[in-house]
């Protein structure tokens, strides 16, 4: 089993930046890659970035390129995401996810385990 835990989250003015942090415990694999999504009112789940756990490979939503950047801490199994540039449009609940799958998948359906997410509000 493994658990994940957000933080994070909180309310910023548009222009602002974030860094989510994602703590990850239990049975870890060194193969898994993390990701993370993000869920606006009334919207579904969307893939935002996820990251392999052994290598530096990388993989963004296109609506976030340039502005986040996700990258991983091994020695705390810790994964984050820095948020830079932030507009309205990023309000959301932002999870924290871990995929079996190989490589960096970007569809809920391919990740195994979730965090409970945690709150970003942009206000403009």
């Known amino acids: 089993q493994v658990q994940l835990v957000e933080s994070g989250g909180r309310l910023v003015q548009a222009g602002g930046s974030l860094r989510l942090s994602c703590a990850v415990s239990?049975?870890?694999?060194?193969?898994?890659?993390t990701g993370w999504f993000r869920q606006a009112p009334g919207k579904e789940r969307e893939f935002v970035a996820a990251?392999?756990?052994?290598?530096?490979?990388?993989h963004y939503a296109d609506s976030v390129k340039g502005r986040f950047t996700i990258s991983r801490d091994n020695t705390k199994n810790t994964v984050y995401l820095q948020m830079n540039n932030l507009g309205p449009e990023d309000t959301a609940v932002y999870y924290c996810?871990?995929?079996?799958?190989?490589?960096?998948?970007?569809?809920?359906?391919?990740?195994?385990?979730w965090g409970q997410g945690t709150q970003v509000t942009v206000s403009s």
């Open positions: 996810a871990v995929s079996k799958t190989i490589g960096l998948p970007s569809s809920t359906y391919q990740y195994d385990y």
């Open positions: 990251i392999s756990w052994t290598t530096s490979t990388t």
């Open positions: 239990g049975r870890t694999f060194s193969h898994y890659g």
